[in-house]
């Protein structure tokens, strides 16, 4: 049996999971005979790649960072420690407790290329550290937003998605930009599991995309960003649910129309594609009212579009009959 020390601020994995998930699991272990499912389920969600022993890697852009930090995106709360948001993660990938932050450094993240493709003028794979060389790189401090209800506060550093995109030269007919994360479930043990539909993937519109605030991070706190984090790249929007926020990207991809997500997938009724942030508008088993901020024994107001309308309310005029916020 795992017998787990709880800090204040971490739930239980059964409030923790999008509940949807926890339930279709525990039926789908069931179904397959899997006799305790719950007890069935924690083994396999932590079958490990992780080495105690694993060499610390040196990451080739720590050289990078820190950046310089661009100013214009305030927070009104105080940044949440290190040791929080690295060590409290949504990582599917690598299982679905909190605690995979372990599991991840099994991932090898050199060398990574990147495609560009779709439809785009020139189609592109490029490796990382080609692409950081030609970004430019800064320091955003971000409000993160998990449906789940808890909230982060941290620096980000790296690219705006904009800069991405001009890079790509997509074509006129490309409307919605769809990012894809790694697949390599020999390192990654929740890739094993069958009833996820691998690889994860979000999109945004082109419009979304090149909004000013949607960001590649590939930095946190001032170096690179670790792989429980989504190393190498991962996307940063932060008016939106965290589940957008995909991790390992490995392509990016300009499409006419987009592949439904990884957790519209799962759970059509509960993950949509606009997902933007709305107190108001509750999730379909829970309020989206308030927030319980890590690191802070706190609980606050969530707000409209995560307190970024300023700058990004203009996008959805006219959609006003979407379901923008779920
Ligand atoms: N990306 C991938 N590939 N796999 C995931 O499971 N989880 C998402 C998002 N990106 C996820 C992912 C969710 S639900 C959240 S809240 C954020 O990552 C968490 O990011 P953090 O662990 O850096 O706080």
Request: contains cysteine.
């Amino acid at each position: 049996m795992l017998i787990k020390r709880r800090r204040g601020w971490e739930l239980p994995e059964s409030a923790a999971t999008p509940e949807a998930v926890f339930w279709n699991r525990r039926a789908v272990l069931k179904a397959a005979g899997f006799g305790v499912a719950l007890a069935g389920a924690s083994a396999l969600g932590s079958i490990g790649a992780h080495s105690e022993d694993a060499k610390e890697e040196v990451d080739p852009s720590a050289s990078l960072y820190p950046v310089k930090r661009n100013e214009r995106y305030a927070l009104d709360r105080p940044i949440t420690p290190e040791e929080v948001a690295t060590r409290y993660n949504n990582y599917y990938e690598f299982g679905s407790t909190k605690g995979v932050w372990k599991d991840a450094q099994a991932l090898p993240i050199r060398p990574w290329t990147v495609e560009i493709a779709g439809l785009v003028e020139k189609p592109l794979t490029i490796a990382i550290d080609d692409l950081l060389r030609q970004m430019p790189l800064e320091e955003r401090l971000y409000r993160h937003r998990c449906v789940e209800a808890w909230s982060i506060a941290v620096p980000y550093s790296g690219f705006p998605l904009k800069a991405l995109v001009e890079l790509a030269k997509p074509l006129g007919s490309a409307k919605y930009l769809v990012m894809t994360t790694f697949q390599n479930p020999d390192v990654a043990s929740g890739q094993r599991q069958f009833w996820y539909p691998w690889p994860y993937t979000d999109s945004l519109t082109i419009a979304e995309a090149t909004n000013e605030l949607a960001f590649i991070a590939t930095g946190y706190y001032g170096k690179p960003i670790p792989k429980q984090n989504g190393a190498p790249l991962r996307l940063a929007v932060p008016w939106k649910y965290g589940f957008k926020h995909v991790k390992g990207i490995v392509r990016f991809s300009f499409e006419e129309s987009y592949p439904v997500s990884f957790w519209t997938k799962l759970v059509e009724s509960e993950y949509g594609f606009w997902a933007n942030v709305n107190p108001e508008v509750p999730h379909p088993r829970w309020s989206q009212a308030t927030e319980r901020v890590l690191g802070l024994d706190e609980t606050r107001p969530t707000l409209l579009y995560n307190g970024y309308g300023e700058f990004v309310a203009g996008l959805y005029a006219g959609l006003e009959n979407e379901r923008l916020f779920v």
